[in-house]
C-alpha cells in the first residue's frame, strides 16, 4: 500500500477534505544540482492536492492523517494514462499506412492523421476510463489512521 500524510481542512457530513503537498524526491538526490527536473521542481514550486474521501476515523479539521492507495491501482492508472494513448497513436499510424497500401493514398499525410486520430480517440477513452474507475473503491484513497490531533 502506498501510503501518504495528509491533513484534515473540513468535515462536510460524513467526508472530510484533506490536503497534501505534492513532492518532488529530488531533495535525496546526490545529482539535483545538475538535474533539470530539480530545477523544474523549484520554478513550480509545492502544489497542494485535496480531496474528499469518506470519514471513516471520526477525524476532524487539522488532524493529520495517513492515507493509502493499493499499488494497483497507482499501476493500473498509470498504464491506462501513458500506454494506451502511445499504443493508440502507433495503431492509428499503422492504420494510415494500411490505407496508403491499399487504396493509394497520400503516403505522408495519412499515416499523420491515423496517429492523431488513434492519439485522440485514446485520450477520449482514457476520460471515460478514470471518470468510471474514480468512482469505485478499488481506486480511491483511503484514511488508514490519524497520526496527529
Given amino acids: 500500500m502506498i501510503e501518504e500524510r495528509a491533513q484534515v481542512v473540513a468535515v462536510e457530513g460524513d467526508n472530510v477534505l484533506v490536503q497534501t503537498q505534492r513532492q518532488s524526491s529530488c531533495g535525496g538526490c546526490a ?7 530539480s530545477v523544474l521542481a523549484g520554478i513550480v514550486g509545492q502544489k497542494m492536492t485535496q480531496l474528499t474521501l469518506p470519514n471513516t476515523l471520526g477525524a476532524k479539521p487539522g488532524d493529520e492523517v495517513l492515507l493509502g492507495m493499493a499499488e494497483h491501482a497507482l499501476v493500473a ?3 491506462l494514462m501513458y500506454v494506451l ?3 493508440m497513436l502507433m495503431l492509428g499510424a499503422l492504420g494510415g499506412e494500411l490505407l496508403v497500401t491499399q487504396l493509394g493514398m497520400d ?16 485520450i477520449w477513452l482514457v476520460r471515460g476510463l478514470l471518470r468510471k474507475s474514480a468512482t469505485g473503491r478499488h481506486m480511491q484513497p483511503v484514511m488508514l489512521r490519524i497520526i496527529a490531533r
Fill in 31 to 37: 545529482v539535483k544540482s545538475g538535474c533539470g527536473t
Fill in 77 to 79: 492508472g498509470s498504464l
Fill in 85 to 87: 494513448p502511445l499504443l
Fill in 107 to 122: 503516403a505522408e499525410l495519412t499515416p499523420i492523421v491515423g496517429g492523431v486520430l488513434g492519439f485522440v480517440l485514446a
